[in-house]
């Protein structure tokens, strides 16, 4: 069965950091490019960082830019998302994402930024 395991959410402080991962099963992770989206209550979900099959090529969206770094380890079939100079805007819940054709998700894990 295909599975994407979201790990590291949890409450921080602004101006703190957050490592999230995302554990892959089930299919060959190196072939898909592989995304992180969020969704904040009573919005719709936007994508924040995707990166390629290699990790040669990255996106960010500009809230995330310059704070956020997507990696990926094919080894361990695990993407992460390093989120550094967390702001209370950045709570969401966080979902990985697998994209070939279709597209696999994972069940998010979630982000909450407050003092």
């Known amino acids: 069965d295909v599975q994407l395991v979201e790990s590291g959410g949890g409450l921080v402080q602004p101006g703190g950091s957050l490592r999230l991962s995302c554990a892959a099963s089930?299919?060959?992770?190196?072939?898909?490019?592989m995304m992180w989206y969020r969704q904040a209550p009573g919005q719709e979900r936007e994508l924040v960082a995707r990166?390629?099959?290699?990790?040669?090529?990255?996106y960010y969206a500009d809230s995330v830019k310059g704070r956020f770094t997507i990696s990926r380890d094919n080894a361990k079939n695990t993407v992460y998302l390093q989120m550094n100079n967390l702001k209370p805007e950045d709570t969401a819940v966080y979902y990985c994402?697998?994209?070939?054709?279709?597209?696999?998700w994972g069940q998010g894990t979630q982000v909450t930024v407050s003092s």
């Open positions: 994402c697998a994209r070939l054709i279709g597209a696999y």
């Open positions: 990166i390629t099959t290699t990790g040669g090529s990255t």
């Open positions: 089930g299919f060959t992770f190196s072939s898909y490019a």
